[in-house]
């Protein structure tokens, strides 16, 4: 967040995270160079990021032709961008935590994350669907995919 700190307890943005997904896979250029969203600017740090999230149908937007930049990003929000990413890998576990049913939007992304030891949840038999995601939790969550 500056050149000295990192803010691992602020809640990550849309744009923060898009960008940490897309520099860990290498900042590969996107290839399509129409902007579908109105709320991207060419000049943002996290403009490229975007448009490959986009491309790579890690995220379609939050509606009305808008990306939502500055939006925080809940625990949910950020494992199913991690598990598109990651090729939305099928898995036969079974989520036991109260907060996540089955047929949410996030269920298979929250069983992969369990599968592959990048979650552990919050405690108390939750994952932490609605919680704000911290800078840290995604690097964390980061750091596990890439451990491996």
Known sequence: TSATTFSPYSTITRAQAVTFLWRAKGS????I??????????ERYYYKAVLWAYENGITAGVGDNCF????????AQILTFL???M??????TEVTFEDV???AYYY??????????ITVGVGGGTFGVHLPCTRAQVVTFLYG???D
């Not at 160079?33 to 060419?42: I, L, Q």
């Not at 090729?87 to 036969?92: G, I």
């Open 101 to 103: 049913q089955p047929g």
């Open 145 to 147: 995919v890439r451990a």
């Open 28 to 31: 590969p250029e996107p290839t």
């Open 68 to 75: 939502g930049p500055m939006q925080g990003c809940t625990r």
């Open 108 to 117: 298979n992304a929250v069983a992969w994350a369990v599968k592959e030891n």
């Open 87 to 92: 090729d939305s890998p099928q898995v036969e």
């Open 33 to 42: 160079t129409d902007n579908p969203f109105t709320d991207v600017a060419a």
């Open 83 to 85: 598990w598109i990413a």
